[in-house]
């Protein structure tokens, strides 16, 4: 069984910056496709970003394109989310997510979900 631990949210103002990240355990890190999702208050759980294993090719959503960067360490198990010109519209619950079967799955269905990390962008 895999384990997703988020850490790295908290309080930021419009146009900051944050960095989450993400600690895996319980499978080879090198085994893991890698992605975020975010919730927002009253919305679904949106898909935001992927990395491939080898950390070589990645994926996002438009809106967050040229803002955000998802990596990988490999030798540390983690995946981090490095967040800039932060918006109000950026503001949730954001999860780390994982599976073994590729990045198509893991845009819908994750076999992994951390718990989950708040995020909240002021204007």
């Known amino acids: 069984q895999v384990q997703l631990v988020e850490s790295g949210g908290g309080l930021v103002q419009a146009g900051g910056s944050l960095r989450l990240s993400c600690a895996a355990s319980?499978?080879?890190?090198?085994?893991?496709?890698m992605a975020w999702f975010r919730q927002a208050p009253g919305k679904e759980r949106e898909y935001i970003a992927a990395?491939?294993?080898?950390?070589?090719?990645?994926d996002y959503i438009d809106s967050v394109k040229g803002r955000f960067t998802i990596s990988r360490d490999n030798a540390k198990s983690t995946v981090y989310l490095q967040m800039s010109d932060l918006k109000p519209e950026d503001t949730a619950v954001y999860y780390c997510?994982?599976?073994?079967?590729?990045?198509?799955?893991?845009?819908?269905?994750?076999?992994?979900w951390g718990q989950g990390t708040q995020v909240t962008v002021s204007s």
């Open positions: 319980g499978r080879p890190f090198i085994d893991l496709f």
């Open positions: 990395i491939y294993r080898l950390g070589t090719v990645t």
């Open positions: 997510a994982a599976n073994t079967g590729g990045i198509r799955e893991l845009r819908t269905t994750p076999d992994y």
